[in-house]
DNA sequence: AACTTCTATCGCAATTCTCGATAGGTGAGC
DNA sequence: GCTCACCTATCGAGAATTGCGATAGAAGTT
């Protein structure tokens, strides 16, 4: 049983049949059937139950089936090993939710990108849980989510921690007064954002609940409604310093379990960390998160 | 790079030579050279230094040496994947605490081994630690130890809790005079035993300190000695009851936080789980572990 | 009944693997 | 300084495996 065994078997399994696996596989019906066979002999057990449209798996191929995928990510991931010289160089696919791609790693992506030219970086985004999966599917090698996750394959460690803020138009009115207004709106950077569970978790806890969405997809589009006075919306302290500071804004402190948001960087425990993955890791902790940080 | 290839360059590797491995792996050393060039020209990365009394691993070598660890375990352990029709059969290596395997487990042992004559069990002891690392190099399928372990890639389950009370002559006196005795002596199964520890503990609590010990092999050994005033000992209920009952001894019971000791099942989580071992738990879980325990 | 789709098998070619022998290099010991 | 012991690299021939194309057979579809 070897990985190229493997490989032809999994094929076979996933397509359901020899001849669309020859096809993938490059190379001959004949050849995916003798392999096959000479596994079933090897193993002493069947694999496939053949019938006229193709073949299903026995009890034991489907035994069979995980250790053949996960035999395969484990050689990729040796070849990347041994690649991986110490110099962050080739791909690095990380993936983060898009609230934080927007507003915090923008400047971390940008002077990641300048520092190592060598390494096609990939950002995927997604939520939370379709980014867990990701990761642990071996797709990415690692993930800025809102945590915590507690899975017990995934070493996470926090790299942010935000202070959420409601942000307001400019009143000298409480902000109970000010969430009490007719029409008033939440704003929220996209569907599903983290932010946007948070805040209807905030207000809904004052009683105000019911309150129409609405969605903007820049950061000063958000504060541009707030300042408006057209809705109220929930960001890190640090992004709307500087509108706070114009005077264009309100910004209203929460209790700090309300307002405390960490976000993590997920990655498999088990998974071969990259040269790449490290100096971005570095990278991102070193002070370069900060960049958009008040003063 | 097949799994034929690692395993060649893990035993060259191991070995420090290509004709010691050719050696171990039944082939010609011209052989092993060829492989090895091959896997080098694949990975374009040299892999090792050759030198005149051998070979010794570059860092592109050293990188890809676990990897051939894990996908020779991998492998493996889908061979037994495939193997394992449902029906428990076969090697079932498992490990446990001398205390317990003495305790607990011989009823369970025995009960299992006529119902699963197919099943070949090893039993290994060691202390908790030792076992630990077994499970995680693959050496055992499963262990009994003491908790809690919080290792990452093991999954724990409580399948013992024991309640230890403390053994002494009888006597009208209370706990605390026996204790005062001079030349009391502590009574344990076995030196490194856990509940020697915890009974040292137990003792320094109360201010004793400094005590002989003494070591038995047997149970029926340590409740004689208690039962003699030679000395004191700490023993689960159960094993006690009967010597209690005929008034040999008398049993004194402890604070919960010092009584109450969890015996874990730990497995690796990632591992397979064999017939034989889901059956041995199922047969450990289901009351045949209760035949010491009191009515 | 003809057709399509699939697997099993066979013979042959190409590739790969294995083996044994030989060459070359290096350190230990005399 | 020489030989000896031990090691790796390379070569060529034979063996084994793998890959390919063609054909046969089975089963569902039209």
Same mark, same amino acid.
């Given at each position: 049983?070897?990985?190229?065994?493997?490989?032809? *078997?999994?094929?076979?399994?996933?397509?359901?049949?020899?001849?669309?696996?020859?096809?993938?596989?490059?190379?001959?019906?004949?050849?995916?059937?003798?392999?096959?066979?000479?596994?079933?002999?090897?193993?002493? =057990?069947?694999?496939?139950?053949?019938?006229?449209?193709?073949?299903?798996?026995?009890?034991?191929?489907?035994?069979?089936?995980?250790?053949?995928?996960?035999? $395969?990510?484990?050689?990729?991931? =040796?070849?990347?090993?041994?690649?991986? &010289?110490?110099?962050? %160089?080739?791909?690095?696919?990380?993936?983060?939710?898009?609230?934080?791609?927007?507003?915090?790693? $923008?400047?971390?992506?940008?002077? *990641? $990108?300048?520092?190592?030219?060598?390494? &096609?970086?990939?950002? /995927?985004?997604?939520?939370?849980?379709?980014?867990? &999966?990701?990761?642990?599917?071996?797709?990415?090698?690692?993930?800025?989510?809102?945590? @915590?996750? #507690?899975? @017990?394959?995934?070493?996470?460690?926090?790299?942010?921690?935000?202070?959420?803020?409601?942000?307001?138009?400019?009143?000298?009115?409480?902000?109970?007064?000010?969430?009490? =207004?007719?029409?008033? %709106?939440?704003?929220?950077?996209?569907?599903?954002?983290?932010?946007?569970?948070?805040?209807?978790?905030?207000? $809904?806890?004052?009683?105000?609940?019911?309150?129409?969405?609405?969605?903007?997809?820049?950061?000063?589009?958000?504060?541009?409604?707030?300042?408006?006075?057209?809705?109220?919306?929930?960001?890190?302290?640090?992004?709307?310093?500087? =509108?706070?500071?114009?005077?264009?804004?309100?910004?209203?402190?929460?209790?700090?379990?309300?307002?405390?948001? &960490?976000?993590?960087?997920?990655?498999? #425990?088990?998974?071969?960390?990259?040269?790449?993955?490290?100096?971005?890791?570095?990278?991102?902790?070193?002070?370069? /998160?900060?960049?958009?940080? @008040?003063?």
């Amino acid at each position: 049983m070897d990985a190229a065994d493997l490989r032809i *078997f999994e094929a076979v399994a996933r397509l359901g049949g020899m001849n669309r696996a020859a096809g993938e596989l490059r190379t001959v019906q004949s050849n995916v059937t003798q392999r096959i066979r000479q596994l079933e002999e090897e193993l002493e =057990a069947p694999l496939f139950q053949r019938h006229a449209r193709g073949v299903a798996l026995t009890p034991a191929g489907r035994r069979l089936l995980p250790y053949a995928a996960r035999v $395969a990510q484990l050689i990729a991931e =040796a070849r990347r090993a041994v690649a991986d &010289d110490g110099a962050p %160089k080739g791909p690095l696919a990380i993936g983060s939710l898009e609230t934080t791609a927007a507003l915090r790693l $923008a400047p971390v992506l940008a002077s *990641f $990108a300048a520092a190592y030219p060598e390494v &096609d970086l990939a950002l /995927a985004t997604g939520t939370s849980a379709e980014l867990v &999966d990701l990761v642990l599917g071996h797709r990415l090698e690692g993930a800025f989510v809102c945590g @915590p996750v #507690r899975h @017990p394959e995934l070493e996470e460690e926090t790299v942010f921690r935000e202070e959420l803020v409601l942000v307001t138009q400019r009143s000298p009115l409480g902000v109970d007064a000010l969430l009490a =207004a007719r029409d008033l %709106k939440i704003v929220v950077l996209r569907a599903g954002c983290f932010y946007r569970q948070r805040l209807e978790e905030i207000l $809904a806890r004052r009683g105000v609940v019911g309150l129409r969405r609405l969605e903007f997809g820049t950061i000063d589009g958000l504060i541009g409604c707030a300042a408006a006075g057209i809705g109220v919306t929930l960001l890190p302290r640090g992004v709307v310093a500087r =509108a706070w500071r114009e005077g264009r804004v309100n910004v209203h402190a929460l209790p700090a379990e309300e307002a405390l948001v &960490d976000t993590l960087f997920i990655r498999r #425990r088990d998974g071969f960390v990259s040269s790449a993955l490290a100096a971005f890791l570095a990278h991102a902790r070193s002070g370069h /998160a900060e960049a958009e940080a @008040p003063e």
